[in-house]
């Protein structure tokens, strides 16, 4: 006997295919119409059109059933709140001249140093409830709101410590290098060897799988980088990089050069960067929640970056400062009305690509037999209503490891 059956969804969308979508393959999400899935011990067994017996019987009749989203870049693990900044930024305050002030990164640091583990811990749990309340069955959290060896392992170990929550999968990355102490400001390069030392000694206590560099005028050079990103290579991480935020300085071909697996950000990129994308691989994680909540206007060119083959995800980047907010459904909103995404293409970004940034791909991001039962259902009968319908939750039912936890 089956241990789910999900009945009758209007849209059963599969969003497989071979490998990350790129380019025209990006618009197809293969839907079964009135579609069926079964769960047994926590994988999909089959998908179509069934009439075998479960133990629960989930009715999806006129909703459209989806893979879990895949929220693949945020900074869940903080302490604090920047609520006044954003004031700020409503009075045209940009956001490297409050970090030059001190605020920015470093405000969070400094209320981030201050909390206890138990405290960091407990919030933590409640923005993963809210996370997947929206819809998301995994999550990447980085570090980087340490900056030194003592608080950016406390933040790696209330991460670790959250790999039992049975709500969401946590994928961990090591973001020492997200901007330079204020301790530090008179040697940068002390600071770089004691990111160094961080991957070093991170890595031997298996402390997170990816290693990530903010490449950013007011954060790390390409040099710098590059040296943090080799050492890393050395010591077996899995590279990730921040890059074209603000302005492109060439963390893109960076991170062509050493294999990063994603380049985030990419409100800035060149044509010669995308060319390098496409040719390696690289997924480009897009972030719309950012220029939204920094008020800037400018986002990514996923248009371009589509027609030049790079293969693209979204994600929020939930963080205190830029963008607050756990909803991949608005970031989908988003990416439809500023970045000109179809609903095709920013579910297939938000499940299927995004499983494959995080290494994920073989077992997560889509439904297909054999793959684990991540599995979340929308009280709309037509993705398209997906980012139409924004600035609510949309989301009835949430299966995660084949177990029903909304």
Not at 180 to 198: G, H, S, T
């Amino acid at each position: 006997m089956l241990d789910i059956l999900v009945k009758g969804a209007s849209e059963l969308i599969t969003c497989k295919g071979a490998g990350p979508k790129s380019g025209p393959d990006l618009d197809v999400l293969d839907i079964v119409r009135d579609g069926d899935l079964a769960i047994k011990d926590g994988k999909i067994v089959a998908i179509g059109h069934l009439e075998e017996e479960a133990k629960k019987v989930v009715d999806a009749t006129g909703k459209i059933v989806l893979p879990g989203f895949v929220d693949c870049h945020t900074h869940l693990v903080f302490a604090g709140s920047r609520e006044g900044e954003f004031l700020s930024k409503i009075e045209g305050v940009g956001y490297l001249e409050i970090l030059e002030r001190g605020g920015g990164i470093l405000s969070t640091v400094g209320s981030t140093r201050e909390a206890t583990l138990p405290d960091l811990l407990a919030s933590a749990l409640s923005r993963i409830d809210m996370a997947s309340d929206y819809g998301t069955t995994t999550i990447e959290v980085k570090s980087g709101y340490g900056l030194d060896f003592f608080n950016e392992m406390k933040i790696l170990t209330v991460v670790r410590s959250l790999h039992t929550n049975r709500r969401v999968e946590l994928v961990s990355t090591f973001l020492g290098a997200h901007t330079v102490p204020e301790e530090f400001r008179a040697d940068r390069q002390a600071y770089v060897q004691e990111v160094l030392r961080m991957v070093e000694e991170f890595r031997k206590q298996s402390l997170a799988e990816f290693c990530d560099v903010f490449v950013e005028e007011g954060a790390f050079s390409v040099e710098e980088a590059r040296a943090i990103l080799s050492k890393a290579l050395e010591y077996g991480w899995k590279l990730k990089l921040h890059a074209g935020e603000f302005a492109d300085i060439g963390g893109v071909e960076l991170g062509a050069e050493l294999g990063a697996m994603s380049v985030d950000h990419l409100d800035y990129i060149s044509e010669r960067g995308m060319a390098l994308m496409a040719e390696k691989g690289i997924m480009g994680v897009l972030l719309p929640g950012v220029p939204f909540h920094l008020m800037t206007g400018h986002y990514a060119p996923a248009r371009r970056m589509i027609e030049a083959g790079v293969p693209i995800a979204l994600a929020t980047d939930y963080n205190p400062g830029s963008c607050p907010t756990l909803s991949m459904q608005m970031i989908i909103a988003l990416a439809c009305r500023y970045m000109k995404l179809t609903a095709a293409e920013a579910i297939n970004a938000s499940t299927v690509n995004a499983s494959y940034a995080v290494d994920r791909g073989d077992r997560i991001g889509s439904l297909e037999v054999g793959k684990q039962a991540d599995i979340i259902i929308l009280d709309i009968s037509d993705h398209r209503q997906l980012p139409y319908w924004f600035g609510m939750n949309l989301v009835e039912r949430v299966i995660k490891n084949g177990k029903l936890i909304r």
